[in-house]
T-cell receptor, first 114, second 117 residues
Framework: AQSVTQLGSHVSVSEGALVLLRCNYS??????LFWYVQYPNQGLQLLLK??????LVKGINGFEAEFKKSETSFHLTKPSAHMSDAAEYFC????????????FGSGTRLQVQP | GAVVSQHPSWVICKSGTSVKIECRSL??????MFWYRQFPKQSLMLMAT?????????EQGVEKDKFLINHASLTLSTLTVTSAHPEDSSFYIC?????????????FGEGSRLTVL
């Protein structure tokens, strides 16, 4: 079984500031980890994913995340926030090829202040 | 990249009626599709997994007779909400994977917002 915990339902940063969205996971098998972004009334867009290999994963729009097995974490970061980054962000885990359905965290709403 | 399309994007219906939502993979064959439900300001909850040509597998607590899923072809899965009630109002999102996709890769539709009056 898998589960995801996202710390902080709301995060507010100033434009140009560092973005850090936290995600911790639980999985009984080696996990595949994902970050998705959702804009209002829209579906989900994949930001980045970790399956195997390099633990620092770079995604779209300047985002990156680091898989830390010892901490069971997969935090999402961006060095400099842009107004267009304001959205809902979801961390998700799957059990790899054994279970392809994703289990999502509760989401973090990112606000970017001018 | 792979595209998944849902239709309709918005639907309003009267209580007691049935509503069908379509999920199509436009440029790949989707051997497996997943249906999620999202309540306002909440996360996505998996409702069921549908495999082409076989019965869907429903998550615990999801009424299979109320949420009918059909995956008759490799590019189309449908979710029918039968005898809809106001508590069924929600945002429904489908996702799809293909046999040729990278491990764990899922592609999401735009979502369908259902409002039951």
């Amino acid at each position: 079984a898998q589960s995801v915990t996202q710390l902080g339902s709301h995060v507010s940063v100033s434009e140009g500031a560092l973005v850090l969205l936290r995600c911790n996971y639980s999985s009984s098998v080696p996990p595949y980890l994902f970050w998705y972004v959702q804009y209002p009334n829209q579906g989900l867009q994949l930001l980045l994913k970790y399956t195997t290999g390099a633990t620092l994963v770079k995604g779209i729009n300047g985002f990156e995340a680091e898989f830390k097995k010892s901490e069971t974490s997969f935090h999402l970061t961006k060095p400099s926030a842009h107004m267009s980054d304001a959205a809902e962000y979801f961390c998700a885990v799957s059990g790899g090829t054994g279970r392809r359905a994703l289990t999502f965290g509760s989401g973090t709403r990112l606000q970017v202040q001018p | 990249g792979a595209v998944v399309s849902q239709h309709p994007s918005w639907v309003i219906c009267k209580s007691g009626t049935s509503v069908k939502i379509e999920c199509r993979s436009l440029d790949f064959q989707a051997t497996t599709m997943f249906w999620y439900r999202q309540f306002p300001k909440q996360s996505l909850m998996l409702m069921a997994t549908s495999n082409e040509g076989s019965k869907a597998t429903y998550e615990q607590g999801v009424e299979k007779d109320k949420f009918l899923i059909n995956h008759a072809s490799l590019t189309l899965s449908t979710l029918t909400v039968t005898s809809a009630h106001p508590e069924d109002s929600s945002f429904y999102i489908c996702s799809a994977s293909s046999s040729g996709s990278l491990a764990g890769e899922l592609f999401f539709g735009e979502g369908s917002r259902l409002t039951v009056l």
